[in-house]
């Protein structure tokens, strides 16, 4: 496979109209099938089937597929496998796909089972499956079947967000931020992260953004930040904004307004919150001492 080009996949992206790139998105993950559904009764889901298999009988992959499925649904493991290993060797990319799931939650006693699901992973990615192509940079990055490799992480990343992968575009981004693969590139990091917030308003590249800015001491820049990630419930900079608010850190320093974000980060179990919001509080002077 060619090697992905970030510069090119980056200026596709940002041209792409944030709701077409959302749709993208919502179908990635719209793939694992249930062929019952919509099926009201016993009888017409036998009517179905008995459809489904005189297709597949007749070597059709995706009606093996389609079969494989509802015997796996129905708890018969021998014949899914049956089926997928039929669909698996007509090529048929979903069929690898589902059979990698297959073999990695049904087959987990069995010997190298990691190892045979990422290949199986790998099948259907290498053939273009969306959903496939999304998962071979989690397996890389996490070592799941495979030793870690943040290089083949960040390329097969690449390959997924190009097909409107929003994770993919975030993971993209931490590995410029982190430096995981190559030098650390804040600059490119921002762009990922921002292409994240701007097509998806996503909370996490919110959050990320007001942390690069901190960094760099832009304390005004990294509050708007948390506050826009805080705004729709993002625990982690909801409890940031508290913490500014109550050190006065690129916002004017407000301990009432403070107190209120803390306690909300703090009832979303977030302990640093509890225990900011904690000393906050403490009495000053002589009674102190019985907070200690």
Known sequence: MNKPNPDEILKKLQATPAGELEKMSNKMFDYYRNIACGIRTKEERDVLMEEVRLKAEQEDPE???KLAVHYELNCDYAEAEKWYKKAV????AEAQFTYSDFIA???YSEPNHKEKAFNMMKLSAEAGFPPAVSNLGSYYSIGKGVSADSQKAFEWNL????LGDRFAINSIAATYNEGRAFTRNIGLAVDWYSLAEAKFNDSSAQYSLGEIYEELNRLN???EWYMKAAKSDYTLAVAKVGEMLADGKGVFKDPIEASKWLAKA???GNFGAQERLARLHKPAGFF???FE
């Open 288 to 290: 102190s001492r019985f």
């Open 63 to 65: 009606a093996q597929m």
């Open 89 to 92: 060797a007509l090529n048929h």
């Open 266 to 268: 703090a009832e979303a």
């Open 105 to 107: 939650v049904r087959k």
């Open 221 to 223: 820049d990294a509050f």
């Open 159 to 162: 390959r997924a967000a190009e």
